[in-house]
């Protein structure tokens, strides 16, 4: 009984989404729709093939988590960018950005007009860590510090939205 007990531990990882987590079921099925989702499962089986490097030492951590928290915000950002090559575009532009006001300007300005992406995504813990696994800039990269740039963002487009169209009212 006891081995039996061991197999039967399942982990769930959540990461964001509408999540139902039902510990007395015995089946539960889930359905992925989308042209993304087979390069990112494969990536996964491809990196822990046998290509994979043991560490040399003992003090030696692998470096396995790294590329893992990539994939992870990298499947993040894949929901909203189901193209590749848009996809690589807006992780090399999020990488370019020299601080959380920047980072703020293109989720803003770009990402939300581009994109599924509303006001209340773009705040989500979830999505700021995805953006947070690619950007370079270490001042102000917290999470907290980002969310605030980005409503302070929201905010003023907001206004400028307001202020245009009371100019082509004639206002």
Known sequence: MENKREKLTCIFHITGGNNQIMPNATEAVQNFYGDGFGEAALGIVHSGGSGAKAPS???????????????????????????????????????????????????????????????????????IDALRAFIRFTKGSSTSNIRQHIRRQIVEERQRGKEMSDSIRGR
Do not use: W
Request: glycine share 6%.
């Open 57 to 127: 030492s003992e003090s030696e951590e692998p470096d396995d988590e790294e590329p893992d928290s990539l994939m992870i915000a990298e499947g993040e950002l894949r929901i909203y960018y189901q193209d590749a090559a848009l996809l690589k575009a807006i992780i090399v532009r999020i990488g370019n950005c020299k601080d959380a006001s920047d980072l703020a300007n293109l989720v803003v300005n770009d990402m939300i007009g581009h994109t599924i992406l509303n006001d209340g995504i773009v705040v989500k813990t979830h999505f």
